[in-house]
């Protein structure tokens, strides 16, 4: 052990004068701090991950919408043939409204074919009542329209038969054959799954919007297949998009809170900081003839400088530590216990974890060490420059 290291520990570990409690009020006020910081970003992570899990397990990865009149089956071929793509389900899209009794809800009628795999393991995973046959409705809409699996309601097409006198709705009575819930709203409470054959028969030439889902192996990976099945497909005839691309502007918000969150609690650890500035000023004060006899014994100013700086950077660094291992212990017992609850109808989930990311890890580190370095910094300065000789000639 170093010379210098030694006399800042035995600085640091002194237990006379009135130094140990401002000691001990700088090392708490950086490991609370710490602590906070990896906490609240921690809970900030935890939500977008969640989030992500939610919306990857009920959401198409990509989403390929056919622009003008196009083979559909030709082009699933050639998606399914881009390396990384797991499944297909072409899909079209109508606007309708179901009924039932007094009761309306306008639904987005997704018209599949029922026996396609991808289908059947997306939409009856999530399954909650009844079976995937007849029409398969979101449980928001069968809450809101009082009906269970089994139960008839009322289809209606607003604009399905044109007369002189212009269209009238059209209408067909149903059997709701499965309820699903996914937990998010614009789909438990706008989608009703139909047999594709049955859809085209009462929708006929109303408006319709086709396309493709994609489903991949690593929807994290999902921009670089976009770009693939863009290439292969042509951008001109048909509009390619990710889920991220769905949902950039969200997670972008999300992100930026988070940042702002983050600068914010930051300057915990800058008051705490100044606890370590005052504690260095009154340690150089009261070694004042430490420091004297060891300029006399040859020591350089540099090396005082280095005593006092190692005195604020191991309260800072230890802190550090502290704080983040304590971090940890508290996020395991948040996640294991689910502590952080909040309304499913809200937030998609019924609790929020905490995972504390290796990167706010390293800058909330980075950012303490250097806030303790700078705040050692002017004591530090201060003690090197002490006039040896007035201080021994007092003496």
Known sequence: MSLTLRIALRYLLSVRGSTLLITLISFFGVFLSVSAILLTVGVF?????????????????????????????????????????????????????LAKEDRVQ???????????????????????????????????????????????????????????????????????????????YDRDFVIVFMKDAEARRFFKRGFRFE???????????????????????????????????????????LQLEKLALFLILLLMVLVASFNITSLLFVKSREKIRDIAVLKTFGMKSGGILRIFITVGMTIGVSGALTGIGVSFVLA?????????????????????????????????????????????????LRASRENIVGVLRNE
């Not at 939610?54 to 196009?70: D, F, N, T």
């Not at 998609?348 to 303790?372: N, Q, R």
């Open 332 to 380: 395991y017992l948040i996640n294991e216990y689910r502590l952080i609850r909040v309304p499913e109808e809200v937030y998609m989930m019924s609790y929020i974890p905490v995972h504390i990311d290796f990167l706010d890890l390293t800058a909330t580190f980075v950012g303490t060490l250097v806030l303790s370095f700078v705040s050692s910094l002017i004591p530090a």
């Open 106 to 184: 306008p639904v987005t009628v997704k018209a599949v074919s029922y026996t396609e795999k991808v289908f059947r393991d997306m939409v009856g995973r999530h399954l909650v009542e009844g079976k995937l046959e007849d029409l398969v409705v979101g449980k928001g809409i069968a809450d809101v329209l009082g009906v269970r699996a089994g139960e008839a309601a009322v289809l209606v097409f607003p604009t399905g038969i044109r007369t002189p006198t212009g269209f009238i709705p059209k209408t067909r009575e149903v059997r709701i054959g499965g309820i699903f819930e996914t937990g998010a």
């Open 45 to 97: 992570t935890g939500f977008q991950d969640s989030l992500k899990e939610k919306i990857l397990s009920s959401a198409p990865h990509v989403v390929v919408s056919a622009v003008g009149e196009e083979d559909l089956e030709d082009i699933r071929r050639r998606i399914e043939e881009v390396p990384g793509v797991r499944g297909t389900l072409p899909f079209v899209l109508y606007s309708a409204i």
């Open 211 to 253: 396309g493709i889902e994609v489903y991949v192996e690593d929807p994290y990976g999902v921009q670089e297949i976009k770009k693939e099945i863009e290439r292969r497909v042509g951008e001109d005839l048909f509009l390619v998009r990710s889920w991220i691309d769905l949902n950039r502007p969200l997670f972008n918000a």
